[in-house]
Nanobody, 124 residues
């Protein structure tokens, strides 16, 4: 499957952005999908994950209550709604997919597919 993330940009602290990730392939609805981010000089970190049907979701503690992950299997797209953005949310955001497992334990080393990132910059 090929993934393409878009929707990043520059926003002031407290603002909102919605990222989208479009995927190719007929088996999109079977994949576990996630968002990761990588800030300059830091390791790539998990942000959010969603199961195949959308009924199971997991978030990093740093974004709980502010970010919402969702998916539309009919459109082969996963979304990340980001509200109350903070300067520390500044990073390149990546979408990723894996074929097996639950929504816990997402890590950059156990994902099967990656999209190119999209830059999110939050100014103070």
């Amino acid at each position: 499957v090929q993934l393409q993330a878009y929707g990043g940009g520059l926003v002031q602290a407290g603002g909102s952005l919605r990222l989208s990730c479009a995927a190719s392939g007929r088996t999109f609805s079977t994949y576990r999908l996630g968002w990761f981010r990588q800030a300059p000089g830091k390791e790539r970190e998990f942000v959010a994950a969603i199961g195949p049907s959308g009924s199971t979701i997991n978030y990093a503690d740093s974004v709980k209550g502010r970010f919402t992950i969702s998916r539309d299997n009919a459109k082969n797209t996963v979304y990340l709604q980001m509200n109350s953005l903070k300067p520390e949310d500044t990073a390149v955001y990546y979408c990723a997919a894996r074929r097996m497992g639950g929504v816990a334990g997402f890590h950059e080393y156990n994902m099967d597919y990656w999209g190119k990132g999209t830059q999110v910059t939050v100014s103070s």
